[in-house]
């Protein structure tokens, strides 16, 4: 019923920038929270960013000054600037958002299928 599809991954050099976006799409009512997270190889996944559709947000630690995150409420889509790109971002991020599907009054966490961000010289 709900698709999520991230687009904006790649290969970085130390120091670069990424903009990485998810569109959710389907029978969607309302998206309250959109967030990204990421697991790196041998690592559990974890929270990158998150936001509210009131536009109040929280960081990771590790992220914290070096990546922000938006969204654009009437498109359903959220999007996430990486600055200043450390070789310990690389990951797989993946989009997440709890929606409430049209009709109904209860929400439902789902999960795109990840965009790799490879940070390498």
């Known amino acids: 019923q709900v698709q999520l599809v991230e687009s904006g991954g790649g290969l970085v050099q130390p120091g670069g920038s990424l903009r990485l976006s998810c569109a959710a799409s389907?029978?969607?009512?309302?998206?309250?929270?959109m967030g990204w997270y990421r697991q790196a190889p041998g690592k559990e996944r974890e929270l990158v960013a998150r936001i509210f559709t009131g536009g109040s947000t929280n960081y990771a630690d590790p992220v914290k000054g070096r990546f922000t995150i938006s969204r654009d409420n009437a498109k359903n889509t959220v999007y996430l600037q990486l600055n200043s790109l450390r070789p310990e971002d690389t990951a797989v991020y993946y989009c997440?958002?709890?929606?409430?599907?049209?009709?109904?009054?209860?929400?439902?966490?789902?999960w795109g299928k990840g965009t790799l961000v490879t940070v390498s010289s």
């Open positions: 389907g029978s969607i009512l309302n998206t309250n929270a």
């Open positions: 997440n958002a709890y929606v409430i599907i049209r009709g109904t009054t209860t929400g439902t966490t789902y």
